[in-house]
């Protein structure tokens, strides 16, 4: 099987409804889509330590089936990733444009550069949960880095 195939359920919600198969960048447009997603969903924020979870274990295992079926460590089509490390790193953040425009900036950094431990989560950990997990720490970098910054000001 051909991956992505928009006709399994699986790799729909990988390439987050075929975002990732946009170019140049789908990483940044995944992250872009947590964003949004985030912005227009604001009112949920006090439900987030029951929402982000079931969302991280649900992309684990969309990542799990989506690194099987495309044969690939990272298919840059996986973006469901993206969304979750943008969805993290906004859990931390004021309900601000400029926090959420900084947190985004600084994720789609640290999930270019990958500094220590980006960097070994991304090249020690195999099948979906490593796909995930550098972008979730991204996310815990971005926010933290974030909400420490908007503390302080």
Request: hydrophobic residues 55%; proline residues 5%.
């Amino acid at each position: 099987m051909s991956f992505p195939n928009l006709q399994k359920p699986s790799h729909i919600f990988a390439t987050w409804f075929g975002i990732g198969l946009l170019k140049p960048a789908p990483g940044t447009w995944g992250s872009l889509a947590g964003l949004l997603i985030w912005y227009f969903a604001g009112f949920l924020h006090s439900s987030i330590l029951i929402i982000l979870p079931i969302f991280i274990l649900f992309s684990w295992l969309v990542c799990s089936q989506a690194s099987r079926d495309s044969h690939s460590k990272d298919h840059s089509a996986i973006v469901i990733d993206e969304v979750a490390g943008m969805l993290v790193a906004l859990s931390f953040v004021a309900h601000e444009i400029m926090a959420y425009l900084g947190a985004f900036v600084l994720f789609r950094l640290f999930d270019i550069w990958k500094p220590w431990p980006i960097s070994w989560a991304d090249k020690n950990i195999e099948g979906g949960f490593g796909i995930l997990l550098d972008d979730l720490i991204a996310g815990l970098f971005a926010g933290g880095i974030i909400y420490a910054l908007f503390s302080f000001t």
